[in-house]
Protein backbone atom coordinates (compact mmCIF):
# COMPACT_ATOMS: atom_id res chain seq x y z
CA UNK A 1 0.00 0.00 0.00
CA UNK A 2 1.40 3.40 -1.17
CA UNK A 3 1.65 5.78 1.72
CA UNK A 4 0.44 9.36 1.85
CA UNK A 5 3.14 12.07 2.13
CA UNK A 6 1.13 14.39 3.30
CA UNK A 7 -2.76 14.89 4.55
CA UNK A 8 -4.96 17.31 6.14
CA UNK A 9 -7.94 16.84 7.74
CA UNK A 10 -10.92 18.83 8.33
CA UNK A 11 -13.58 17.46 10.32
CA UNK A 12 -17.10 18.75 10.42
CA UNK A 13 -19.98 17.49 13.36
CA UNK A 14 -23.14 19.26 12.62
CA UNK A 15 -26.97 18.72 12.71
CA UNK A 16 -29.32 19.61 9.78
CA UNK A 17 -32.27 21.68 10.45
CA UNK A 18 -35.36 20.62 11.84
CA UNK A 19 -36.80 20.73 8.73
CA UNK A 20 -34.31 19.30 6.81
CA UNK A 21 -34.58 15.16 5.48
CA UNK A 22 -31.30 13.35 5.05
CA UNK A 23 -32.76 12.80 1.19
CA UNK A 24 -32.51 16.57 0.97
CA UNK A 25 -28.88 17.04 3.05
CA UNK A 26 -27.66 13.90 1.15
CA UNK A 27 -28.47 15.32 -2.77
CA UNK A 28 -27.03 19.09 -1.43
CA UNK A 29 -23.68 16.62 -1.08
CA UNK A 30 -23.87 14.66 -4.07
CA UNK A 31 -24.05 18.49 -5.59
CA UNK A 32 -20.56 19.52 -3.88
CA UNK A 33 -18.50 16.27 -4.73
CA UNK A 34 -19.68 16.59 -8.27
CA UNK A 35 -19.00 20.26 -8.75
CA UNK A 36 -16.01 22.52 -8.17
CA UNK A 37 -14.15 20.66 -5.44
CA UNK A 38 -13.46 18.26 -8.60
CA UNK A 39 -10.64 20.74 -9.15
CA UNK A 40 -9.94 22.47 -6.14
CA UNK A 41 -6.12 22.03 -6.20
CA UNK A 42 -5.31 19.52 -3.18
CA UNK A 43 -8.29 18.15 -2.61
CA UNK A 44 -8.43 14.45 -1.70
CA UNK A 45 -12.20 13.55 -0.98
CA UNK A 46 -14.56 13.53 1.12
CA UNK A 47 -16.67 10.92 3.47
CA UNK A 48 -20.05 11.49 5.07
CA UNK A 49 -20.95 9.65 8.29
CA UNK A 50 -24.09 9.77 10.20
CA UNK A 51 -24.50 8.86 13.76
CA UNK A 52 -27.31 7.00 15.84
CA UNK A 53 -28.58 10.53 17.27
CA UNK A 54 -29.31 12.50 13.94
CA UNK A 55 -25.75 14.07 13.60
CA UNK A 56 -23.85 13.93 10.67
CA UNK A 57 -20.00 14.14 10.35
CA UNK A 58 -17.91 15.66 7.03
CA UNK A 59 -14.16 14.37 7.19
CA UNK A 60 -12.04 15.88 4.45
CA UNK A 61 -9.04 15.50 2.87
CA UNK A 62 -6.53 17.70 1.46
CA UNK A 63 -2.98 17.48 0.92
CA UNK A 64 -2.24 20.54 3.00
CA UNK A 65 -3.57 22.93 5.69
CA UNK A 66 -2.93 25.71 2.97
CA UNK A 67 -4.98 23.74 -0.08
CA UNK A 68 -8.11 23.49 2.83
CA UNK A 69 -7.96 27.41 3.72
CA UNK A 70 -8.02 28.31 0.24
CA UNK A 71 -11.10 26.21 -0.52
CA UNK A 72 -13.03 27.60 2.49
CA UNK A 73 -13.61 31.22 1.36
CA UNK A 74 -14.80 29.80 -2.59
CA UNK A 75 -17.00 27.31 -1.09
CA UNK A 76 -19.60 29.52 0.32
CA UNK A 77 -19.49 31.41 -3.13
CA UNK A 78 -20.65 28.65 -4.75
CA UNK A 79 -24.57 27.47 -5.99
CA UNK A 80 -24.05 24.22 -4.33
CA UNK A 81 -22.15 25.56 -1.52
CA UNK A 82 -24.82 27.70 -0.45
CA UNK A 83 -27.72 25.32 -0.77
CA UNK A 84 -25.75 22.85 1.40
CA UNK A 85 -25.12 25.65 4.06
CA UNK A 86 -28.45 26.62 3.86
CA UNK A 87 -29.55 23.01 5.64
CA UNK A 88 -26.72 23.20 8.18
CA UNK A 89 -27.92 23.88 11.99
CA UNK A 90 -24.59 25.98 12.46
CA UNK A 91 -24.60 26.75 15.91
CA UNK A 92 -24.16 23.11 16.06
CA UNK A 93 -21.55 22.78 13.78
CA UNK A 94 -17.92 21.86 15.38
CA UNK A 95 -14.82 21.75 13.33
CA UNK A 96 -11.53 20.22 14.04
CA UNK A 97 -7.99 19.64 12.10
CA UNK A 98 -5.61 17.41 12.12
CA UNK A 99 -2.27 16.62 9.83
CA UNK A 100 -1.11 13.08 9.07
CA UNK A 101 1.52 11.97 11.01
CA UNK A 102 3.68 9.14 9.52
CA UNK A 103 6.07 7.70 12.16
Known amino acids: MEQVKSQ ?3 VVRFNLKADV ?3 QFLSAE ?3 RSGAIQK ?3 YQGRDIYQDADG ?6 RWDSKEAAE ?7 TLKEGQAF ?8 ARQE ?4 VNP
Open 8 to 10: YLE
Open 21 to 23: TAE
Open 30 to 32: KDI
Open 40 to 42: QAG
Open 55 to 60: SWLIIL
Open 70 to 76: AWTPIFM
Open 85 to 92: GSLLEFSS
Open 97 to 100: HYTL
